[in-house]
């Protein structure tokens, strides 16, 4: 190699290394949505949700959890054992009030019992979750993880119509930024495939409440009660309905049958 070319060499990786190292090669905006995206990941995974949980916990609550934490580390590879320590952790965290913690050590649960009825489980304590979170984020996770749970569900057992309900619902309690209404299609696509199952009747009529329908909801919920007169969720909706439209002696009617059933 002659002295120029080694020269020219020399230069050129110079010049590469300057440019890697030494440039900005990654445009400010770009980096502010990357440093969102990220902030954003560390904010709603369980292991910051738990940190942050722990941190308010009371000294005896935090004490039973480390307890319970211990068991289920002694459990090691029994896959019974540990189920049985997850359940524990599980119904502890929703005694405490997180939801968020519940559904995921009830998910753990369903990955090892890998059971329709661990996964619906997880999907409704999630659930829960979206309903009684006052943080975006972590009504953002519970959603995430409640539609997995309730998509696995549904894969097990596609003819369970409940699992799909309670998937729609999440949807509704939480829609999507790009599709505000999925969760109310995907409500009204089963009623039309199953015209008389309650709990699709019963969730559109809760859904027509929350939006100031009470006539519509009146139709869906007399139409549920005429096929389960038993069911607590339509006797209780019926009641407000009524009363929201003044049908005076019908809302006491219900008043009385709802207080019996619950």
Request: hydrophobic share 35%; net charge negative; aromatic share 8%.
């Given at each position: 190699?002659?002295?120029?070319?080694?020269?020219?060499?020399?230069?050129?990786?110079?010049l590469l290394f300057v440019m890697y190292?030494?440039?900005e090669t990654t445009p400010p905006k770009q980096k502010e949505i990357e440093k969102e995206r990220v902030l954003k990941s560390e904010s709603s995974n369980i292991g910051a949700l738990e940190k942050e949980a722990k941190a308010?916990?009371?000294?005896?609550d935090a004490n039973f959890i480390l307890a319970l934490e211990k068991g289920l580390a002694d459990a090691k590879n029994d896959t019974l054992s540990k189920i049985s320590a997850l359940k524990r952790l599980s119904g502890e965290w929703y005694r405490i009030g997180r939801a968020d913690i519940a559904g995921y050590r009830a998910e753990e649960v369903a990955a090892l019992s890998?059971?329709?009825e661990t996964w619906s489980i997880a999907g409704t304590t999630y659930a829960i979750c979206i309903q009684r979170a006052e943080e975006q984020k972590v009504k953002d996770f519970c959603t995430e993880r409640a539609v997995n749970a309730f998509e696995t569900a549904i894969s097990i057992n596609p003819s369970n119509t409940t699992n799909r309900v309670n998937l729609s619902l999440c949807y509704t309690e939480n829609p999507p930024a790009n599709n505000p209404m999925k969760g109310v299609l995907m409500l009204v696509d089963l009623s039309k495939k199953h015209p008389e199952n309650p709990l699709v009747l019963s969730s559109l009529g809760r859904l027509a409440i929350k939006t100031g329908q009470f006539e519509k909801a009146k139709e869906r919920l007399e139409k549920a009660f005429s096929i389960d007169n038993k069911n607590k969720d339509v006797v209780c909706l019926l009641a407000k309905t009524y009363k929201e439209l003044r049908i005076e002696e019908k809302a006491a009617t219900f008043e009385n049958m709802c207080s019996k059933l619950n």
């Open positions: 190699m002659t002295k120029l070319q080694t020269i020219i060499c020399v230069s050129f990786t110079l190292f030494g440039c308010n916990l009371s000294s005896e890998e059971t329709e």
